[in-house]
C-alpha cells in the first residue's frame, strides 16, 4: 500500500505560477512511474503529466510548455510546477501511481482575480 499526499494548491492569479507536491510513503518510490491527474468541477478527470522511473516526461496538451513535472527520489516526492496559469487550470490535482490505483486525495487549484 502508498500513501501519497498532495501539497501546494491554492488561489493564484490568472498568469502567476505553482508547485506542486506529492509525498509517497514507502521505500519504493524510486521503482513507481508517476502521473499528476486534475478534475475541474462537474468535469471528468483528465491526465495532465506523467514521469517514468527513468525521469522521461509526458504532458497534456493543455499543460505543454506550461506544466513541468519532476522527481527526487530521494525525498520521495514528485512535482508539478505550473506557469502561465489560466482560470481553466482550476481544478483539483492529483497524485497518482501510473498503472496502479494508488491516489492521493488532490489538492485545489484555483484560478482566478
Known amino acids: 500500500q502508498v500513501q501519497l499526499v498532495e501539497s501546494g494548491g491554492g488561489l493564484v492569479q490568472p498568469g502567476g505560477s505553482l508547485r506542486l507536491s506529492c509525498a509517497a510513503s514507502?521505500?519504493?518510490?524510486?521503482?513507481?512511474?508517476m502521473d499528476w491527474y486534475r478534475q475541474a468541477p462537474g468535469q471528468q478527470r483528465e491526465f495532465v503529466a506523467f514521469i517514468s522511473r527513468s525521469g522521461r516526461t509526458n504532458y497534456a496538451d493543455s499543460g505543454q510548455g506550461r506544466f513541468t513535472i519532476s522527481r527526487d527520489n530521494a525525498k520521495n516526492t514528485v512535482y508539478l510546477e505550473m506557469s502561465s496559469l489560466k482560470p481553466e487550470d482550476t481544478a483539483v490535482y492529483y497524485c497518482?501511481?501510473?498503472?496502479?490505483?494508488?491516489w492521493g486525495k488532490g489538492t485545489l487549484v484555483t484560478v482566478s482575480l
Open positions: 514507502g521505500s519504493a518510490f524510486s521503482l513507481y512511474e
Open positions: 497518482h501511481v501510473s498503472g496502479k490505483n494508488y
